[in-house]
């Protein structure tokens, strides 16, 4: 596997929620990756772990969406609103809205995401793109 840079990441990550098919952004952890979430109380380490968080989401995701438009995650390449251009991230918004309700930020060491933050987006501001990778 070649090294990745965050923007891969992000467009990797979007694709995966976009399509409900993880499998491609999880080949990019590295095998001791650390995900946080502010709405989850533990951090989740090792790509073990995160994998089996993130099949998890997206099958419930799947099967509340055949029913139910309101569970239904759109995920969006961005950049927060730092000087210097800010970093890439990701946004992502759920239901009918097009509100984003969390955005993601990640880290790469080594061609590896070797970490990835969920956090509220007012606190990076958003920097929208309207790309959503499928």
Known sequence: MTDVTEEEVVFAF????????????????????????QWVFEEL????AISDYLRGKMRTVRAHGVNDPS??????VG???QSDGG???????????????AAVLFEVCDGRVSRYDLCIPQILGAVRTGVFPV
Not at 71 to 76: H, Q
Request: glycine share 8%; with cysteine; aromatic share 8%.
């Open 14 to 37: 979007a694709k995966a929620w976009n399509r409900l098919e993880p499998e491609g952004f999880l080949a990019l952890l590295a095998s001791d990756a650390r995900y946080a979430s």
């Open 45 to 48: 380490v090792g790509s073990t």
């Open 71 to 76: 569970s239904r995650v759109r995920v969006e």
């Open 79 to 81: 950049r927060t609103a």
């Open 87 to 101: 970093r890439p991230c990701a946004f992502m918004t759920q239901g009918h809205g097009n509100e984003v309700q």
